[in-house]
C-alpha cells in the first residue's frame, strides 16, 4: 500500500466499555464522502498499520464509536487512545469540482465600481458566514461571501463578479 494514498481524517478519542470501543472523531467533510469503513491505518512506532473495523457507528457531526476485530479488551485499545487515523483515498466518493468554496480559490475577482480587484486567494469560515481573502494594491482585503455580494461565479472563466459594499475598501486603504 502507497503512504502516498493515505490522507488523515481524525483521530481516536478514548475506550468505551471493557470490550475494546473506541470513541473517536472523523472530520465531517470526509465523513460525508465514506464509502466504506472497512480498514483504517494507524500510526504505531511511525509505521502505518492496518486495523480492521467490525463495528462503526458513524454520528455526521464526526463524532464516532468504532470497534477492530485485533482490539478484544479495554487494555488494548487503552493503547491506541489520540492515535490519528488515516485511511486510502480509494474509499472516499469523488468530489464532483466546484461543491465546496474553497474550489474558487484562483478565480479572477472584479468588482462593479473598482473592476479588476484580483485573485481570490482564500475563503476564511466564520460560524455566521464566510470570508473572501484578496491582495490588492499589496494590502490584504476580506469581504463577506454572501450572494447579496458575490453576484456572478463565472466557472468556465475562472472569474467572480462581486459588488464590495460601500466603503469596504476605504477601510483597508
Known sequence: MEQDSLIKIGHLNKTFGLKGHIRA?????????????????????????????DEADLDPSGHCMLHFEEVKDKTTADGLVRKEIFIDEKYLKKLKPYQRLADFIGFKLSDEKYGEL??????????QHELGQFIYNKKEILFPWIKEIVLRIDKRKKEIRVLLPEGLMDVYL
Open 25 to 53: 472523531f472523523i472530520e465531517p467533510g470526509i465523513l460525508s464522502r465514506l464509502k466504506k469503513l472497512e480498514v483504517i491505518f494507524l500510526n504505531k512506532q511511525n509505521n502505518l498499520l492496518p486495523f480492521f473495523t
Open 118 to 127: 484580483g485573485i481570490l486567494e482564500n475563503i476564511i469560515e466564520l460560524p
